[in-house]
C-alpha cells in the first residue's frame, strides 16, 4: 500500500506561481511511476505531468513551459512548480503513483487562480 499526501495549493493571482508537494508513505520502494493530475469544477482529471523512474517527463500542452514535475526519490516527494498561472489552472490537483500494478491518489490540494 501507498498513501499519498499532497500540499502547497492556495488562491494566488495571474502570473503568480506555487510549488505543490507530495509526500509518498508505505511501499514507496515499489513506486515506478509518479504524476501529478488535476480536475476543474465540471470538467474531467487530466493529466498535468509525469515523471518516469529515469526522470523522463511529460506535460499537457497547456502547461508544457510553465509548469515542472521533479522527484527526490530519497525523500519519497514529488513536486509541481507551476510558474505564470492562469484562470483555467484552477482546479484541484492530485498526485498519483503507479505501483505494483496498481494505481494510487491523494486526497487532492486546491489550487485557485483569480485576481
Known amino acids: 500500500q501507498v498513501q499519498l499526501v499532497e500540499t502547497g495549493g492556495d488562491l494566488v493571482h495571474p502570473g503568480g506561481s506555487l510549488r505543490l508537494t507530495c509526500a509518498a508513505s508505505?511501499?514507496?520502494?515499489?513506486?515506478?511511476?509518479m504524476a501529478w493530475y488535476r480536475q476543474a469544477p465540471g470538467k474531467q482529471r487530466e493529466l498535468v505531468a509525469l515523471?518516469?523512474?529515469?526522470?523522463?517527463?511529460n506535460y499537457a500542452d497547456s502547461v508544457r513551459g510553465r509548469f515542472t514535475i521533479s522527484r527526490n526519490s530519497a525523500r519519497n516527494r514529488w513536486y509541481l512548480q507551476m510558474n505564470s498561472l492562469i484562470p483555467e489552472d484552477t482546479a484541484v490537483y492530485y498526485c498519483?503513483?503507479?505501483?505494483?500494478?496498481?494505481?494510487?491518489w491523494g486526497q487532492g490540494t486546491q489550487v485557485t487562480v483569480s485576481s
Open positions: 508505505g511501499s514507496t520502494a515499489s513506486i515506478y511511476g
Open positions: 515523471i518516469t523512474p529515469n526522470t523522463d517527463t
Open positions: 498519483n503513483a503507479q505501483a505494483r500494478g496498481r494505481t494510487y
